[in-house]
């Protein structure tokens, strides 16, 4: 089975799951006044959901001829490519994400720009510190100085 | 109407003005070409500076240049990093994004701002002659209307997007539309599909789920197959467009900038609409070999959606500086700013503040004008992002989508999904399901559910559908998008088996 059906069935899964909160526990918590209105919270949930279950169904029962053009990435040959770099790139984001608060904003960044360029390959950490350190230095001011949104920028032990 | 020009250009030609307009645009395009930023934060920003200017002219001035300057901008991130910041600007990441990559990065630039300024330029001169009498037409668009309109747009888009994938563009957009409903709806009371998750009930972030569907995705395969991205991009080679070139966008932009401006006139559709219509339009008006060239790099495809969203921000304006009403979030903060300088927007503006509501229009001009000078010989340095190297550009693509997703939420929790979604958009890019339609279907969701369900309460009922002409007229039109395509590759296949030519 092709990779859109595979998907067309996730979704399809996901659509059932929706349907059915729409259709059978949604209005159990609704109040008596919204009950006598003609639209409920329900209503446009359930219509999307039939939507749903029948356009995946039209993928995944092969309705429509799907196109076996290979885009940009053939995924049948992930291993031909860079995987394990990317892999560690998308680490790399979840670890940041995780990080961003207990490591302070500075450190992350500085972390997350120097360890990024190294995964892709790249030695020169003359080059590299600095310019993690100035970006990371001066996004930090734009965010918290001039735009007022919290960051904070030294680990969790060391102040704010 | 002259006398009102002579006022207009009295206040907006005042040095004070004339360095506010100036001021707005540069602050705008370089926050705007951050992906994340869009005007609407922009604006948010600049509100606090605005009002402690305390002249409702200078601040409307200001706010004005800014919005223009940060769509340009967006432009500018779409077109060489596929990094939409704006909803708005989607669309012109499509063929400006492949003409970077072809190493038209330059041309591309210089079509944007040309476009732009030519949409924004006619837009104004369209906004002079018709605010005062549109504001009736956008009165006769009740919510039923627009719901309709909404359905043509998403059909416009999943119809166009799909490359013949009908049924998967189709289920892209519905699955943005089921995204859409997650979290507190703003005409019920009470949190849907959340799971009981705290971070969920304000919904899934529309920045989050930008950078998420498009730079993300992107980010990671230019990891998994490096091709050199820096290639042609430092020496930005034809800048100039050919006189061939300039006489084929030339009937683009001028029907994009009246579709355009009279879509954004509409409140509630705005650039992203008259965008994603104007792309979708001109396809279909070109001939068959400009249709191949589309989403790979035309430049029909490139003027005509930055030409229409110009526009379109103009129009916006009139439902605003007319009616009061705010056509779009970004002309909902300028109402509040407004409203904090003691100025009521609305019918009695022209009569109260002329020199308020002519200077802003005159402003237009001028900006507008400031923004082509500012940017034609900017141009090779904003490029010069292409010539960063690859090792350095990707880390800084993904830091600028985690803080795009930061400063949209507030919330780390808010990263962690970025990356999740990410992860869906690069399993979907790769089965070769189209993502614009799924982003559209998600910034349109949230309006086409409160207009369906007023409708719904007026009519006690869905009867609206069929005892409003025009809104079945729109729903009609929508069918018929969806449905030739398929219908039209029915009879070709029919035709290739020689089945259709029994006569």
Redesign the interface.
Known sequence: M???R???LV?LS??LL?GY?AWFT?DA?LAPF?QR?????????KI??I??IG??L??LLG??K??D?V???D?RR?TD???G??IL??AL??A???C??SLGFLGS?TA??VL??FI???RKFHI?LP?SLT?AVV?WYL?QE??G???RPLPFFMGV | MLEGILIGLQTALSLQNLLMVIGGCLIGTFIGMLPGLGPMSIIAIMIPVAISLGDPSAALILLAGVYYGAIFGGSTSSILLNAPGVAGTVASSFDGYPMARQGKAGKALTIAAIASFAGGTIGAILLMIFAPMLSSVALLFHSAEYFGLMIVGLSAIAAFAGNGQVAKALLMTVLGLIMATVGLGSLFNMPRFTGGVMELQSGFGFVTLAMAMFALPEAIFLVLKPKNIGDDGGEIKDLRITRAEARSIAPVIGRQSVQGFFIGVLPGAGATIASFLGYAVERNLATKDEQEEFGKGSIKGLAAPETANNAACTGSFVPLLTLGIPGSGTTAILLGALIALNVTPGPRLMIDDPQIFWAVIMSMFIGNLVLLILNLPLIPYIAKVLAIPRNYLIPFIMFFTLMGAYIGQNNATELLLLVGFGICGIALKFANFPLPPLLIGFILGGMMEDNFARAVQLYGGISFIWERPMTLGLLIIAMTLIFLPSIRAMYARLRATGAADGD
């Open positions: 092709a990779l859109d595979w998907i067309a979704l996901i659509c929706y909160v949604m918590s919204m209105k003609p639209i409920w919270p329900s209503t446009f949930p999307l959901s939507f749903g356009l995946s039209v993928i309705f429509e799907s196109d053009t885009g940009e990435i995924y992930l490519y860079k995987l770099q990317a790139m998308l984001m979840v940041y994400a995780l961003l608060r960044t997350f720009l990024g360029s892709l390959g790249e590299m310019i970006t996004v965010v001039v735009l949104i919290f960051l």
